[in-house]
């Protein structure tokens, strides 16, 4: 599947219609970015599964603001539209794969128990 660029016009729609989401954070002057990017199209092409994507903090400085992006490249996972995962630094190829094993595995019915759970005693 091709990576896709998000906008502030289509990134909550995005997220929104796609159950797993890969959001690679990154800028076209960042070296690692341009190092990353060859290890993160070729994950992409064998998992059909999940909707890659990438945002230019240059470009995109709102939705790098609303995520609070201060170092790049950052990746962050989504899964039914919940955050599961925010990291930066570029990630070799083995561990990228292994990630996203890992929150594929997921139960997300009990993620969402425990934010429930997080944030009714945040609450109280």
């Given at each position: 599947m091709?990576?896709?660029?998000?906008t502030q016009d289509n990134f909550e729609e995005t997220i929104t219609n796609n159950p797993f989401v890969l959001?690679?954070?990154w800028a076209p002057w960042c070296g690692p970015c341009r190092g990353f990017?060859?290890?993160y199209e070729k994950v992409s092409a064998d998992h059909d599964d999940i909707l890659f994507a990438k945002v230019n903090t240059e470009d995109e400085q709102q939705i790098a603001a609303h995520?609070?992006?201060?170092?790049i490249p950052t990746l962050m996972i989504f899964r039914d539209?919940?955050?599961?995962?925010?990291?930066?630094g570029a990630l070799p190829?083995?561990?990228l794969r292994e990630l996203l094993?890992?929150?594929?595995e997921?139960?997300?019915?009990?993620?969402?128990?425990?934010?429930?759970?997080q944030q009714g005693s945040s609450n109280a």
């Open positions: 091709a990576v896709i660029e998000l959001v690679d954070f990017a060859p290890v995520f609070q992006i201060r170092s539209q919940i955050m599961i995962f925010s990291q930066p190829e083995g561990s094993v890992k929150a594929g997921l139960d997300m019915a009990k993620v969402r128990t425990e934010i429930e759970q």
